[in-house]
């Protein structure tokens, strides 16, 4: 009987070693992968170790250097199909709204070049915008907005403003701002648009802008929020 305690105490005594081992073992590859940090290296540990301690963070890290590597690309190629690709990749990440933002602004910069307003004859020329604002101003039948762009935060958007407002005075003069607010995702976006005036004001104003490579576009009244 005694041996057989002896024999079983051995063996306890030698898994536990074993165990021990492979513990020691499972904490030396993760500190190893965790210094390389990069996919190859987490890519190995959870190939080695696909359960149990620091399988969770591994995954987690590998999932981040992928949306890096993506992230990176993006900006690349900067464009709005890559940034939406993005957000589809990676519908979650933080970095998903400066891509809807993005792509906002890309579409404000892409919007067509100024038309006519109903009943108003031709287009004015730029060079013509800044005598004709008096009485373009006049015509307040329908409220427009000039939108300027989105933004990651109300700051963001308020500091634009100012930018706007001192790189062309004339076109902005007596007017104020609001911050459109909407949620994208989970999180908001802010668009920057001018205060309520006449169509051809709004569309002067838009004209203008687009003329120095300044994006936007003229929100008419029935897709305001």
Known sequence: MATWRSLASVAMTAAILLLAAACDRRQSDWESAHKADT??????????Y???DFTAQARARLADLKEEVDWKAA?????AQT???F?????????????RIRIENFNLAAAPPDVPAAGSGNAQTPSAIPAALA???AVHSAKYRVQLGAFSSATRARS????????HP?????LSYRIDTSVAGTQKLYRLQTSEVGESRARAICAALKSSQQACVVVVPSSRN
């Open 39 to 48: 996919s190859e290296a987490y890519t190995e540990f959870l190939e080695r």
């Open 50 to 52: 696909p359960q149990g």
């Open 75 to 79: 900006l690349a190629s900067d464009t």
């Open 83 to 85: 940034y939406q690709r």
């Open 87 to 99: 957000i589809e990749q990676h519908p979650g990440s933080a970095r998903a709204n400066e891509a």
């Open 135 to 137: 009485a373009a101003s």
């Open 160 to 167: 634009e403003w100012q930018q706007v407002l001192k790189s």
């Open 170 to 174: 004339a076109e902005f003069a007596g």
